[in-house]
């Protein structure tokens, strides 16, 4: 599985392209940042920002998206940017036909060093010994950017048995429904 990973931004949009073999093997195939002025208008950014990744996703080709999902902070002006990266990026990937999964940062810390309240240098440090990379990622948007491809990448397989396990679930509990309704109606 093939996942691109972004760690949505105005200022600076973190992407990361992670190869997963299933298990917990994974490798690092890109990582960038892309940049965009802050005195250019918004519309402006959205747009260098979503050329830059349909530039990614027609060049690396990911079987899926995984955006970090926003969160409140405490200026507003900044989720307000974040947000808005995040659906161009995620409208983006819909369009090209992708599935797109959104992970809280605390899920990528976890996932990727062990603990939800993970700092910014440890999850760098995480990530450049997981994907065995020779220097880190930086700045931290890069890191962030493969944590959540690597985090995609080894929750996918879980998240998609839920689902079938649920999905069992619902089919049997109609069936139950069923025969009980059955059985009602015939015992009149």
Known sequence: MRVLGVDPGLTRCGLGVVDGSGGRAVRAVAVDVVRTAPDLPLERRLLGLGAEVERW?????????????????????????????????ALLAARAGLPVAFHTPSEVKAAVTGEGRAGKEQVTIMVTKVLGLTEAPR???????????????????????????KARSDELAKAHRARLAAAARAAR
């Open 139 to 165: 700045p931290a948007d890069a890191a962030d950017a493969l944590a959540l491809a690597v985090c995609h990448c080894w929750r996918a397989p879980m998240l998609d048995r839920m689902a079938q396990a």
């Open 57 to 89: 996703i027609e060049r690396y080709r990911p079987d899926v998206v995984a955006i970090e999902r926003v969160f409140s902070q405490h200026n507003v002006r900044t989720v307000m940017g974040t947000a808005q990266a995040s659906g161009v990026v």
